[in-house]
């Protein structure tokens, strides 16, 4: 009996398409294993190589939680793993011999689906088990085919580790990849490795001379006696190993910035040496590109790209844009510095822009960069006063499309034992909205460039944006004041048919506002029942704030009949366009339903393009940079009952 150093060894097996490709599950049948005799080389010499198919034969326990399916027995790197292995058992064929059969359930990143479709294909029908030998018996000899009789050796204690997508898998006339960059296990060996015309005196291993091989021949073999064995110290030794192996895999990738590769290393069983072969080819692989040049180049671009545009937008308002230290190193640098530094050009200011501006240099782009995140800051930090009341959405396109408010459905009713459920129906009403475009030219001089005139980077994104602020407010303010018809034909405030508008006009008061919360609570769906609406808003133009204060205002009464019991309910919205667009009244106000209630008025945008919009033009024509800037947005009111006017008086 010899013990040995043997690698994860592989062997050949088969998948199963056709009918057992499973494409909504992403499932193969295989057949991993037959047992069958393959010719193998190792130690010096070749042997026949039988894999014991007997439950006592197999290590299960990893099986059996499913084994990883891996890209080319790469099953240190997370990225060739393409799924797992599950369902693993043995079981007689039809032939009475027992098999491995397991389902192959593949992932779906891409390498994954790439191979799946070379499974479902056909193209791709080879696996290969990666595997581990504990113990050897020599049963015999057998004909290499050659006319030489070479040892066959089945393995008693093996276990499963992995199982591999390959092109070509181990088979009878191929070896086993054991060359030294594969971990290695010991494999005691029952049974000499040599044949009967070999010298028995030749007892010493080829590859490691210093492990003792004994030999047993193959007739009438003396009894062997084995040494005492120090378990104890074996497996300590084995521990210290084994943390020493795990130690140093970890550290090297955490110094190479790929930690994430530390468990793969580690569960494979590879070496240190093999893991900073791995690390340093992805490291390569991570920091050279096809033309041979480092991507840190490209990253130092980008670094001092956003370093310059923090710098400029800090120096054009500093208040709102906080300088960092990337940044602070281009606090000194004028505009026209700065195009200098981006293009190398060394001529006069005027030499530079010009250069600058007409080239493909990163100045254009750093401008571009500096106007579209102001654009973006002034847009957000302008809120429009009819923000709380109107919900937003968004379109595909620019069709005209219904936008449905939820209607009625019919009521619960009593259901008898073993009743069957019946069918509701639900009506639902719609309201059609369209987008349009709005859009204008912002841009800056060659002349502002040359004068380092920052201001042109905070007031003309801050004018354009209260402009496209003002264009919101001025279309939701419209659909108010214009009052017009909605689906049903009757205008969105109505007295007799919508219930929403005051039957006689009345400045604001505890009895004017106590009929506005009657007849929105009264409202009711198409069924007739009620919805028991609450006013959340009470909106007025100017002239109205002072009287709207007074009765919002936090004031302890010292008698009853002075309370104010709406107060509590309402926040107050002053909107100068009440008074200012077309058919307004500077009398009229207005109580408005939280939109999470109930629908009121929706403001649409474009679907990807809810903020400005913008890009840049380029023409020989133009002295300087300029952009074309833009919204795309529709605007309707939806439901009536969300929604009550009282003219005023």
Request: a negative charge; glycine letters at 8%.
């Amino acid at each position: 009996m010899s013990k040995q150093k043997l690698p994860i060894m592989n062997m050949r097996a088969a998948l199963s398409p056709g009918s057992t490709v499973d494409a909504d599950k992403r499932t193969v049948d295989i057949t991993w294993t037959t047992g069958a005799r393959g010719l193998r080389e190792y130690w010096g010499g070749r042997y026949f190589e039988e894999l014991g198919m007997k439950p006592t034969n197999l290590r299960m326990t990893r099986a059996k939680r499913g084994l990883p399916l891996v890209d080319g027995h790469q099953a240190w790197d997370n990225d060739r793993n393409l799924g797992i292995v599950e369902g693993i058992k043995i079981e007689k064929g039809a032939d009475g011999e027992r098999l491995g059969f397991g389902v192959a359930r593949f992932d779906t990143h891409e390498l994954a689906q790439r191979r799946f479709e070379s499974v479902q294909n056909g193209i791709m029908r080879d696996i290969s088990v990666g595997y581990r030998v504990y113990k050897f018996e020599r049963v015999g000899e057998a004909d290499d085919g050659n006319g030489e009789m070479i040892p066959v050796l089945r393995a008693v204690d093996w276990e499963p580790i992995e199982i591999s997508l390959v092109s070509a898998g181990f088979d009878a006339d191929a070896k086993t990849r054991a060359n030294e960059d594969v971990s290695e296990n010991e494999v005691v060996i029952s049974g000499s490795l040599e044949t009967t015309e070999q010298d028995p005196q030749n007892e010493r291993s080829v590859e490691n001379p210093e492990v003792e091989v004994a030999s047993m021949p193959t007739e009438n073999p003396a009894p062997v006696v084995e040494p005492k064995v120090n378990e104890e110290a074996v497996r300590s030794e084995a521990v210290k190993a084994e943390r020493s192996r795990v130690k140093e895999i970890t550290e090297d990738c955490e110094r190479s910035g790929l930690s994430d590769l530390a468990r793969g290393f580690i569960e494979s069983g590879v070496s240190p040496d093999v893991a900073r072969r791995e690390i340093l080819a992805k490291i390569a692989e991570r920091n050279v590109t096809s033309t041979g040049r480092v991507e840190g180049i490209r990253d130092e671009n980008e670094t001092r790209h956003a370093a310059i545009v923090g710098a400029v937008l800090h120096r054009a308002n500093p208040r709102v844009h906080k300088l960092d230290d990337n940044a602070r190193r281009f606090m000194p640098y004028s505009l026209c510095d700065i195009a200098r530094e981006l293009t190398g050009e060394k001529g006069s200011n005027g030499q530079v822009v010009e250069r600058a501006l007409q080239t493909t240099s990163q100045f254009t782009n750093i401008l571009e960069d500096i106007q579209n995140k102001s654009l973006r800051m002034e847009y957000e930090a302008l809120a429009p006063t009819f923000e709380p009341f109107v919900r937003r959405s968004t379109l595909q396109d620019f069709k005209s499309a219904a936008s449905v408010r939820l209607g009625d459905t019919d009521d619960l009713v009593l259901m008898p034992e073993n009743g069957e459920f019946p069918i509701g129906e639900q009506s639902d009403v719609s309201e059609k909205i369209q987008l349009a475009t709005y859009g204008s030219r912002i841009g800056l001089s060659r002349q502002a460039i040359i004068n380092d005139d920052l201001d042109a980077f905070s007031r003309l994104p801050a004018m354009f944006a209260r402009k496209a602020r003002n264009l919101e407010a001025n279309l939701v303010y419209g659909v108010i004041n214009a009052n017009a018809n909605l689906s049903d034909s009757v205008a969105l405030f109505n007295t007799a048919t919508h219930g929403n508008l005051a039957a006689s006009n009345a400045a604001i008061a505890v009895a004017s506002l106590g009929i506005g919360f009657r007849d929105m609570r009264l409202q009711t769906s198409e069924k007739g029942e009620p919805l028991n609406i609450v006013p959340r808003y009470l909106v007025v133009p100017p002239h109205l704030e002072g009287v709207a204060r007074q009765y919002l205002g936090p004031i302890v009464p010292e008698t009853n009949s002075n309370v104010n019991p709406w107060a509590p309910f309402l926040q107050l919205i002053v909107e100068p366009r009440l008074s200012t667009l077309a058919t307004v009244s500077t009398t009229a106000w207005y109580l408005i339903a939280d939109p999470m209630q109930i629908d009121t008025i929706e403001l649409a945008s474009l679907a990807g393009a809810e903020a400005i919009q913008t890009r840049r033009r380029d023409a020989d024509d133009v002295l300087g940079v300029w952009w074309d800037a833009w919204v795309d947005r529709g605007v309707k009111a939806i439901d009536y009952r969300g929604m009550w006017k009282n003219a005023g008086s």
